[in-house]
């Protein structure tokens, strides 16, 4: 299936969706107390049993035919709270284009619930030719916080919720890439992914000293539902504290937690280039994780021919993201698409996730408007239906990988075909960072090499690159045909281990074409 940077699903009429809402507020218990991560709970398990019935939104051609470029043109020019002295200002979206679904937006103002207004007066549609039909009352469809950010005291957006349960973050000079979700379910299964979506948010106003903004939000889906409460702080990087209840409607066969979704079309040798003459797309360049056990391991991510998944078992996770390694324009040479300004973002879990698994799905692309990369921890157990499952985490996006990752590790990977053995592949690992920038070219550094499934390695060599501080493994290896092979390195001084491990499938040399 494709994963699309732009996911979305069938949509509830607004009429349906306020007097579904109205319905659900009446059988609530009344709250003696002010509104709360509680009041969200109490509305997911009021809907875990209700039957999900959603239905087509009727929003007008003009809106649904928009291209994405269009879509952008219609701005909100009457923010939220613009003008009360306040550090957030909050815009919102219409539905068009691939943002079907209306939700319903709420503020919260000293523990009181209050409506926010909807006018079509507050929205610019730029250049576009707009009928005279389009409904007064056509509501929502997600929307973005503001900040004194990059251009002090101008505010500029910093995170925006919008489509499903998606939303994406950018610290001081960042541009929009890798996304967050609120819940993942089935990817890449045969059955077909399901998008739960956020069916309803909460903006709790700021006061004017504040510096977190908190927002809550009520899920939905025909497997589950769920209340999450979202506390958000930017800044040179931009953190978003994620708690979270849901329940399950009934078993699914994977349920994901704290997925990222990200875009990886070509670079470095690896993906297939379609004949694109950049020389690397992409919003990531690797994947990161942190094994309870003190393992650090980064997992080249790739365009694979074919639909592919990884699984990496873990226990009491410290945590994964998915990484943007080049910072130069030159390594990319997009004055459009600015890849070196595209976050890294990293999953911190609260408390012990105990055992599990992460994920990395890697789906086939030929172009850069694709999110095919989605990586998203599995947890041993999964709650039985109705039976709420707590979790916590803190998300990260950076620009700056400086101080995450304790070990030297690997900063850079390339890969080549040999042209003297067939199927052969040349993997080239830069480990740079830490301890390693201070040693000489004459310490006596060993490379310690895996290549299993029954690929062979037929050569390899350790340099060191003194202008760079880094030391390049440069090694050919011969994988199976139809059978890739699960390759291992790391580096040891003195037979005491120096860097973390780097990790990759390698499938060969003609599997790539």
Same mark, same amino acid.
């Given at each position: 299936?494709?994963?699309? @940077?732009?996911h979305h699903l069938s949509l509830k009429p607004l009429s349906a969706v306020l007097l579904g809402l109205a319905g659900?507020?009446?059988? &609530?218990?009344?709250?003696? #107390? ?11 398990? &009021? ?10 939104? $009727? ?14 043109? /219609? ?5 939220? =709270? ?11 979206? *219409? ?9 319903? /937006?709420?503020?919260?103002? %000293? ?25 007064? #009352? ?6 973005? *916080?503001? +900040?004194?950010?990059?251009? $002090? ?10 489509? #499903?349960?998606?939303? @994406? ?24 992914? /399901? ?24 899920? %939905?889906?025909s497997v589950a539902t769920g209340a999450y409460r979202f506390t958000i702080q930017q800044g040179d990087s931009t953190?978003?504290?994620?708690? +979270?209840? /849901? ?11 704290a997925p990222l979704t990200s875009m990886y079309w070509h670079g470095h040798g690896r993906g297939v280039i379609a004949? %694109? ?18 393992? =650090? ?9 074919? +639909?592919?998944?990884?699984? !990496? ?13 080049? @910072?130069?324009?030159?390594? !990319? ?5 600015? !890849? ?28 850069? %408007? ?18 709420? *499952? ?81 030391? @390049? ?19 040891? &001084? ?7 491990? =780097? ?11």
């Amino acid at each position: 299936m494709n994963i699309y @940077r732009r996911h979305h699903l069938s949509l509830k009429p607004l009429s349906a969706v306020l007097l579904g809402l109205a319905g659900l507020a009446a059988t &609530l218990p009344a709250y003696a #107390a002010e509104f709360s991560m509680a009041t969200v709970e109490a509305k997911a398990k &009021l809907l875990v049993d209700r039957t999900y019935n959603p239905k087509p939104l $009727p929003i007008p051609a003009f809106l649904k035919d928009l291209t994405p470029d269009q879509y952008a043109q /219609i701005q909100d020019v009457s923010p939220l =709270w613009r003008g009360d002295n306040l550090p957030y200002e909050a815009q919102f979206y *219409l539905p068009g284009s691939w943002f079907h679904r209306p939700v319903v /937006i709420r503020s919260v103002v %000293d523990g009181a619930v209050r409506p926010i207004p909807f006018s079509l007066e507050h929205f610019s549609f730029g250049k576009l030719n707009v009928p005279q039909n389009i409904p007064a #009352a056509l509501g929502y469809a997600g929307f973005r *916080l503001l +900040a004194p950010l990059d251009n $002090p005291p101008h505010h500029n957006e910093f995170i925006s919720f919008l489509g #499903a349960t998606y939303f @994406r973050a950018v610290g001081k000079g960042a541009i929009y890439g890798t996304s967050a979700r609120g819940l993942g379910i089935d990817t890449a299964q045969p059955s077909g992914e /399901i998008f739960p979506y956020f069916k309803e948010f909460w903006l709790v106003r700021p006061k004017p000293d504040a510096t977190t903004m908190v927002v809550y939000a009520l899920m %939905d889906s025909s497997v589950a539902t769920g209340a999450y409460r979202f506390t958000i702080q930017q800044g040179d990087s931009t953190t978003v504290h994620v708690e +979270a209840t /849901i329940y399950l409607r009934k078993p699914v066969q994977v349920l994901e937690l704290a997925p990222l979704t990200s875009m990886y079309w070509h670079g470095h040798g690896r993906g297939v280039i379609a004949g %694109d003459w950049h020389p690397a797309q992409h919003d990531s360049s690797d994947l990161v994780m942190a094994n309870g056990n003190g393992e =650090w391991t980064t997992r080249p991510i790739n365009n694979p021919l074919y +639909a592919q998944t990884t699984t !990496y078992a873990m226990d009491h996770p410290v945590g994964f993201g998915l990484i943007q390694q080049g @910072r130069r324009f030159s390594a !990319y040479q997009g004055i459009e698409t600015q !890849y070196q300004r595209r976050p890294s973002v990293w999953v911190q879990p609260d408390g012990d996730w105990g055992k599990g698994q992460l994920r990395l799905v890697e789906l086939p692309t030929n172009n850069r %408007d694709m999110d095919n990369i989605v990586a998203f921890w599995v947890p041993e157990h999964e709650p039985a239906p109705k039976t709420p *499952l707590h979790f916590a985490y803190t998300l990260r996006f950076f620009l700056d990988n400086h101080g995450l990752i304790p070990l030297p590790h690997p900063v850079g990977t390339y890969l080549g075909d040999d042209p003297k053995v067939p199927g052969a592949r040349t993997v080239v690992i830069d480990f740079g960072g830490g301890a390693l920038t201070k040693l000489q070219e004459t310490a006596p550094v060993q490379v310690h090499l895996e290549a299993a499934d029954g690929a062979k390695i037929l050569s390899q060599k350790l340099e060191w690159e003194k202008d760079g501080h880094f030391w @390049r493994v440069i090694a050919v290896i011969q994988p199976q045909p139809n059978s890739p092979s699960n390759v291992r390195c790391f580096l040891t &001084l003195n037979h005491q281990v120096m860097s973390n491990t =780097w990790t990759y499938l390698l499938h060969a040399a003609k599997e790539q074409m």
